[in-house]
């Protein structure tokens, strides 16, 4: 179905484990050669590439910070030194990083917050933006980059959370000026905004918590990884989505209708 990601050079932030990995996975079994990324390289991940590599694909990974501008420059150029260029960026590193009620939230928090969501996603993408358009101009294929909304950037975000819902909202906003400005460059951007996903991101939750959180769920549960990666591969694939830019696909169970 996705024929044409076959050997598409993939760039996915935030991916050592959750959606990311999920999404990673699913890339190299259709073939893609796949760049994984986390703050730090997990004592598995010599094995969790062993495994993407027998699905078909070929796959690294890079650690870097991407809370700082130098090292989202230093992933791409690692990526690209390794892969040869960029063909699709995936910009899924993000988090609540904690919750903190309004009054109070100091400037470390704030920059935590903003630096993990806003500005990896903008240097990155800054970063790949020759590489993207490179791409299209080589292929004559349109280059991909696909971000990660969420439904808090369209409600506002849970107790706390408000600066990480806003972060959300800038993400789903600053696209539109990117498919403004950049659709002459051969890259169409969408995103795949998650509803509530059964990772890490939700440790903090007990059973009861859960059970509040499924009973608001139309499908009345949480989403799993691996439900998520197909939406990545849908805006990734020239054939599926060649004439889909600017749109926000949310993969929530029906939690949220926009
Ligand atoms: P997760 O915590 O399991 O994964 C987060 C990933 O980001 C990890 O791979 C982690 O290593 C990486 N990361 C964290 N800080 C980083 C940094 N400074 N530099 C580089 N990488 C870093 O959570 P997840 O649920 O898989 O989240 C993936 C994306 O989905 C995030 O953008 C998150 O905001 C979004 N999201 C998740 C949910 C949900 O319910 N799980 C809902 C809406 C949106």
Same mark, same amino acid.
């Given at each position: 179905m996705f024929a044409d990601l076959k050997n598409r050079r993939v760039l996915i932030t935030g991916?050592?484990? @959750?959606i990311g990995l999920a999404v990673a996975k699913a890339f190299a079994a259709a073939g893609a050669h796949v760049g994984l990324n986390g703050r730090r390289r997990p004592d598995d991940m010599e094995a969790t590439l062993g495994t993407m590599g027998a699905a078909g694909g070929e796959a690294e990974f890079f650690a870097a910070d991407l809370s700082s501008t130098e090292q989202c420059r230093s992933l791409v150029e690692a990526f690209v030194a390794r892969f +040869?260029?960029?063909d699709v960026l995936i910009n899924n590193a993000g988090g609540l990083v904690g919750r903190t009620p309004l009054a109070e939230i100091d400037d470390g928090f704030y920059d935590a917050v903003m630096d993990l969501n806003v500005r990896s996603t903008l240097m990155v993408t800054r970063f790949a933006l020759p590489h993207l358009q490179a791409s299209a101009a080589q292929s004559g294929q349109s280059a991909s980059v696909i971000s990660v909304g969420s439904i808090a950037g369209y409600? $506002? @975000? +849970?107790?706390?959370?408000s600066l990480y819902g806003a972060a959300k909202a800038w993400i789903h906003n600053v696209q539109k000026n990117w498919v403004n400005f950049?659709?002459? %460059?051969g890259i169409r951007f969408n995103i795949v905004s998650p509803g #509530?996903? %059964?990772? /890490?991101?939700? /440790?903090?939750?007990?059973e009861a918590a859960r059970a509040r959180v499924s009973a608001g769920i139309p499908m009345g549960r949480f989403g799993r990884p691996e439900e998520a990666a197909p939406a990545f591969l849908f805006f990734a694939s020239n054939m599926a989505? $060649?004439?889909? #830019? $600017?749109q926000i696909l949310d993969v929530n169970g029906g939690q949220y209708m926009p």
């Open positions: 991916s050592s484990q @959750g +040869g260029g960029i409600t $506002g @975000g +849970g107790p706390g959370a950049h659709t002459k %460059d #509530t996903f %059964d990772t /890490a991101f939700h /440790a903090d939750k007990d989505s $060649g004439y889909v #830019t $600017g």
